[in-house]
């Protein structure tokens, strides 16, 4: 079972629209990152959200960490198709300060 | 974040033979390295832990005597999958712990496609 729970797993929209991903935990991270990444190659930090409350923005990109901090989204605004790839969240899971992903959010703009 | 070479980024190996991927932290002493396994379409797994100096920590269900790691020195960690079998076909990734702490981020190698036939 995955520790941390990510939905929706499949996404496809157009070019344009707006979208949000959820990531849950019934467990509380002392912080949490989102990632991307394409095919074959590693992931790609985007953020990392540490205050319960926090928000991020990167350009279309805003980020939100729960005041509990046990979960997160990420908002995509005007979506473009280079948006498109595996978007991942992931916290610290123990003191061994490895890091536990959720199952990702396939992402798919088309033009 | 921290500059992480991995090699190689694709492998094709026959049955029963043994696979060797390595694992550099080009700009800073990595203590710990994290190894990731990834099936298509699928997230990344944690496989192990490899502390600079002794025994690497697995995870539960992955066999230690089939995928060795050895991390001599600061710079280099290296995951052997030894006998490989076409269901150890997989992308493989590697993590160096922050030296700064997990807080500020992990940088990933490139990953290994590993294809065994």
């Known amino acids: 079972t995955q520790l941390l729970e990510q939905s929706p797993q499949f996404l496809s929209i157009q070019e344009g629209e707006n979208l949000t991903v959820y990531c849950n935990s019934s467990s509380v991270f002392s912080s949490l990152q989102w990632y991307r990444q394409e095919p074959g190659e590693g992931p790609v930090l985007l953020v990392t959200?540490?205050?319960?409350?926090e928000v991020k923005k990167l350009k279309r990109l805003t980020f939100q960490f729960g005041d509990a901090r046990k979960d997160s989204s990420l908002h995509i605004t005007a979506a473009q198709p280079g948006d498109t790839g595996l978007y991942l969240c992931?916290?610290?899971?123990?003191?061994?300060?490895?890091?536990?992903f959720g199952a990702g959010t396939r992402l798919t703009v088309k033009p | 974040g921290a500059v992480v070479s991995q090699h190689p980024s694709w492998v094709i190996c026959k049955s029963g033979t043994s696979v060797k991927i390595e694992c550099r932290s080009l700009d800073f002493q990595a203590t710990t390295m994290f190894w990731y396994r990834q099936f298509p379409k699928q997230s990344l797994m944690l496989m192990a832990t490899?502390?600079?100096?002794?025994?690497?920590?697995?995870e539960q269900g992955v066999e230690k005597d089939k995928f060795l790691i050895n991390h001599a020195s600061l710079t280099l960690s290296t995951l052997t999958v030894t006998s490989a079998h076409p269901e150890d076909s997989s992308f493989y990734i590697c993590s160096p712990l922050p030296s700064r702490g997990h807080h500020y981020g992990y940088t990933f190698g490139s990953g290994t496609r590993l294809t065994v036939v």
């Open positions: 992931a916290g610290g899971a123990s003191a061994n300060n490895d890091m536990r």
């Open positions: 490899s502390n600079e100096g002794s025994k690497a920590t697995y």
């Open positions: 959200v540490v205050t319960g409350g």
